[in-house]
């Protein structure tokens, strides 16, 4: 997986990274001397790269202040998209070697503990098993949203047995949403040392 900066995605951020737009004519790379950006220079060099900006930012002129705020959207998006990209391929791989909720991952010198998201439950859908099997609810079904005991739930979806049990097991089945969404991502070990909490 490469990780990619499109410029003509983010053209704010471009602009920002020249001194074409700096009124005090800075070098590339060097923020202005009375930008409050300062603490960017003990950002990581990745990071620091995507965000710095040669704009002196103006506290009491508007259009300064929406420009930087723009060029900082722009690489605040920039920088959650590739979040993103990153979760999904450590959730990945993990696929096939686990079906738990919580996974590690370790490489030569970090391990990252991963907590994958939750199936979802149709909310009419099981609104109407509640309803019309008053004398089974109580068995799978809890109160909540309604909510699902997981391990009955286990216990029923391979029964069989009179239509009742059967309609309402189907109907409880059809409920059942793909979890979706990205793993959370929580570092453990950076350098093979362990990251205290």
């Not at 009419?124 to 008053?134: D, Q, R, T």
Request: hydrophobic residues 35%.
């Amino acid at each position: 997986m490469t990780l990619e900066f499109d410029t003509a995605a983010h053209p704010g951020i471009v602009r920002a990274m020249t001194d074409e737009h700096d009124p005090d004519g800075n070098d590339g790379g060097e923020l202005a001397a009375d930008s409050p950006e300062d603490f960017l220079a003990n950002l990581p060099p990745i990071i620091r790269a995507i965000v710095r900006t040669n704009v002196s930012i103006n506290n009491d002129d508007p259009d300064s202040l929406i420009e930087a705020y723009a060029a900082y959207k722009e690489a605040s998006d920039l920088i959650y998209a590739n979040l993103i990209r990153i979760r999904s391929r450590l959730g990945e791989m993990t696929k096939g070697q686990s079906e738990a909720k919580t996974r590690r991952i370790q490489g030569r010198r970090h391990v990252v503990k991963l907590e994958m998201p939750s199936e979802k439950w149709d909310q009419p859908i099981l609104k109407e098993a509640w309803n019309s099997y008053p004398h089974l609810r109580d068995q799978c079904l809890r109160v909540a949203e309604i909510g699902v005991k997981a391990t009955e739930w286990k216990k029923l979806k391979g029964t069989s047995g009179t239509p009742d049990i059967e309609t309402f097991r189907d109907i409880i089945a059809s409920a059942v949403k793909p979890a979706t969404g990205e793993p959370t991502v929580t570092i453990e070990v950076w350098n093979n040392r362990k990251v205290e909490k």
